[in-house]
């Protein structure tokens, strides 16, 4: 559980890890740096609390010059260079490896106009009530990685407070495998309680992690988690994802389809979720799991559990998929005689920045 992953090259899960992550801080980071967006003036705060040296043995990027490398090509942009401080927060309880990758930083992109970095080399159980007091500002936006090399970080108590800062967001590292295997062990269910859960396909291990981090949500709160399962040297792990904003939640999926764009579920072919077709006239191929998802949103619907536009873009992130899987088979529906014909739109700006949400009428 302590194995040093930068002493050699990336494996292809780690690598599958950075490119998840690189697209959703490619995503993140314009929402809030550019000149229409109140974040440009009040702040942007972005901690890595497990941060590394910066590379691995091979010089391949990690998590810090990911985050760099695609931060200097938005302060190059005219639509995002006019932007208050962003404040970043590179932690690792190794010193030697802050020391590396301080030096690093400084070598390779010298003085950030704007940027502020703070280098630490502290405890993440000292550092991180620390970090959940600056999450308290409501008027800066807060991305949090927490590329854990075991599974403590996240306890229920952590988690309930993280959630507690509607502004940020965050992203997990777990070894849902070792999780599941040792679920029973008081060393472990002290973090992360799975031990009454059963699970008889292991490729299923990191859903029944993030499953229980569902379940932790107090009730009417309204909160998106959203998971990716990565095989690394046949074992399961996982990034978890929490937000309370759907447009987040939204594009971690965005990245999630980008990498598995016929489940958005894993890095890996995944033996029991079957083979994916082509279909004409589609904008992505049919899999079992979009035809369960357009399977419930039909049968939500006919119940009169979704009405709106809405509903059904909630619906849609709360499963795992896209608004434009949804508004794919919206328009199916309009064909069948499911639902009546008309434009409904599945864009948040228009559902949750104008308010225009539509009623969705069903044919008698």
Not at 52 to 70: F, K, N, Q
Not at 150 to 166: P, V
Not at 240 to 254: D, Y
Request: charged fraction near 25%; proline fraction near 4%.
């Amino acid at each position: 559980m302590t194995r040093d992953i930068h002493s050699k090259a990336f494996d292809k899960g780690t690598k599958t890890k950075l490119h998840l992550y690189r697209q959703y801080v490619e995503a993140w980071l314009p929402v809030f740096m550019t000149n229409r967006s109140e974040y440009a003036k009040k702040g942007i705060n972005i901690y890595d609390l497990f941060c590394g040296p910066g590379h691995d043995a091979t010089g391949e990027c990690g998590s810090p010059l990911i985050l760099l490398d695609t931060l200097n090509v938005y302060k190059s942009n005219p639509q995002t260079c006019h932007h208050s401080p962003v404040k970043i927060f590179f932690n690792d309880g190794a010193k030697y490896k802050v020391e590396k990758l301080e030096q690093c930083i400084c070598q390779k992109y010298g003085d950030l106009e704007n940027v502020h970095i703070n280098y630490s080399a502290r405890k993440f159980e000292d550092i991180f009530p620390e970090m959940l007091g600056n999450l308290k500002n409501r008027d800066q936006a807060n991305l949090v990685f927490l590329d854990q090399n075991g599974i403590n970080a996240l306890d229920k108590n952590n988690f309930l407070q993280l959630i507690e800062s509607h502004k940020t967001d965050w992203i997990l590292f777990v070894a849902s495998n070792f999780v599941y295997r040792f679920r029973d062990h008081p060393s472990i269910k002290q973090y992360i309680d799975i031990a009454s859960c059963e699970c008889n396909n292991k490729y299923q291990i990191h859903n029944v992690v993030a499953n229980w981090y569902k379940d932790l949500i107090p009730d009417g709160m309204e909160y998106y988690i959203s998971q990716f399962t990565i095989l690394k040297n046949n074992n399961i792990y996982g990034l978890i994802f929490g937000t309370a904003n759907p447009r987040g939640a939204a594009k971690f999926l965005t990245a999630c389809w980008n990498i598995d764009p016929v489940y958005g579920t894993a890095n890996y072919d995944i033996p029991t979720r079957g083979k994916a077709v082509q279909q004409q006239l589609t904008l992505f191929p049919s899999s079992p799991r979009l035809q369960h998802f357009k399977d419930s949103l039909r049968e939500e619907l006919q119940s009169g559990n979704l009405t709106t536009n809405k509903d059904v873009y909630l619906f849609a992130l709360n499963n795992g998929f896209l608004p434009k899987h949804a508004s794919e088979n919206l328009k199916a529906f309009k064909s069948e005689g499911l639902i009546e014909r008309g434009q409904i739109s599945l864009s948040y700006k228009k559902i949750f920045k104008e308010n225009a949400v539509e009623k969705i009428r069903l044919k008698a």
